[in-house]
């Protein structure tokens, strides 16, 4: 019954902007923590930003000051806004949802998405 679907992925230029959304039905987030996660070829899947139920956000380091965490608890949605995108950012992004306190480990996050690919070409 629990679901999160992730969308607005695609193939952009380095530079662009792209903004991902993660739609969840079966059960409510708003008082669970939530969080990207990507993982690029090759490697583990990796944190990316997360939010807490009061609206507090958190970011690797690398994404620091492009990428933009926000949620909509009313619809049970979750937002990535991406900006100047890097070829280094090309990876499956993954919602996280669940956590019961703000976490970068993938293990705190009981439901995933199935991911949307974002691919910067260099």
């Known amino acids: 019954q629990v679901q999160l679907v992730e969308s607005g992925g695609g193939v952009v230029q380095a530079g662009d902007s792209l903004r991902l959304s993660c739609a969840a039905s079966g059960r409510t987030f708003s008082r669970d923590n939530m969080a990207w996660f990507r993982q690029a070829p090759g490697k583990e899947r990796a944190f990316v930003a997360a939010?807490?139920?009061?609206?507090?956000?958190y970011y690797a380091d690398s994404v620091k000051g492009r990428f933009t965490i926000s949620r909509d608890g009313a619809k049970d949605a979750l937002y990535l806004q991406m900006n100047s995108l890097k070829f280094e950012d090309t990876a499956v992004y993954y919602c996280?949802?669940?956590?019961?306190?703000?976490?970068?480990?993938?293990?705190?996050?009981?439901?995933w998405g199935q991911g949307t690919q974002v691919t910067v070409s260099s």
């Open positions: 939010i807490g139920w009061n609206g507090n956000t």
């Open positions: 996280g949802a669940g956590a019961p306190y703000s976490s970068r480990s993938v293990h705190e996050y009981p439901y």
